[in-house]
């Protein structure tokens, strides 16, 4: 990102503090322009989590690689708007809290890449953390670690009568099953703050979360009612199998 003098003498310390504390704002370094390389699936949908921030002049290039990977096959594409630039004036539109402590529950449990609380971060399966502005970088961590969770989601049915996921796999220990909600477009004009005076468009933009159920391993049926597909301003539904407390994710996928 990039700060005036004063804000800079008020947050040198903090930018130092920041890593340690896994919580505080800290700005991704600048990408270097470079062609946009392809980034697709070979096996299971891969789940790539975008932690933005309207507050943050580093995201606008991230926020616009996201609009090209959604185009992806095999990709489920999600922003997650966070909280912590809000202090420095100008508040998120689009944040949410669990957002937020998303990306400091991965930051702690560690991921592979470039680990941290910082924007913009695009994280891989819940494994794998890169610069979200840098393709090359996420086109490799998703060869390298994408699809990789061990387990499935087959989708059968339809949104006027609902749907069912089935499971299949193994895992370590306990996960859950989470309906993820979205706006696949939401476009805003930010009034003030580094990007203040721009128009943003980001995609997929976490509406909700839901916990449909647990799941330990083994075959599972799932039922998914209309109105659970009812989230108010979302147009678009996922189904992502993660362990709990930025544990691995094992699966992904859209409803359709």
Do not use: H
């Not at 004063?6 to 930018?15: D, K």
């Not at 689009?94 to 924007?119: F, H, K, M």
């Amino acid at each position: 990102m990039t700060f005036n003098r004063p804000t800079l003498a008020m947050l040198g310390i903090i930018a130092v503090l920041g890593a340690a504390t896994l919580g505080l704002p800290q700005g991704a370094p600048a990408a270097p322009k470079s062609k946009t390389p392809d980034i697709a699936a070979s096996g299971e949908p891969v789940l790539l989590e975008l932690f933005t921030s309207q507050g943050c002049s580093s995201c606008p290039p991230a926020d616009k690689l996201a609009e090209t990977l959604v185009r992806q096959p095999g990709l489920v594409v999600i922003a997650r708007p966070v909280t912590y630039w809000d202090r420095l004036g100008w508040k998120d539109t689009l944040a949410r809290e669990s957002n937020t402590e998303l990306q400091r529950d991965y930051a702690r449990r560690g991921l592979e890449g470039r680990n941290g609380v910082y924007t913009p971060q695009l994280v891989i399966d819940g494994t794998f953390g890169a610069v979200g502005s840098r393709g090359e970088d996420v086109a490799a961590g998703v060869k390298r670690f994408g699809g990789k969770g061990g387990a499935a989601i087959a989708v059968t049915g339809g949104a006027a009568k609902g749907y069912t996921a089935r499971i299949d796999g193994t895992v370590k220990g306990a996960a859950e099953l989470v309906l993820v909600a979205v706006t696949r477009k939401v476009e805003v004009g930010i009034g003030s703050g580094e990007n203040g005076g721009r128009k943003v468009s980001y995609t997929n933009v976490l509406r909700a979360e839901t916990r449909l159920a647990g799941w330990q391993g083994g075959k599972a049926s799932i039922a998914i009612s209309p109105s659970q597909l009812k989230v108010q301003g979302a147009d678009r539904y996922a189904l992502v199998l993660r362990q709990p407390d930025g544990g691995k994710v094992l699966a992904a996928r859209w409803l359709a």
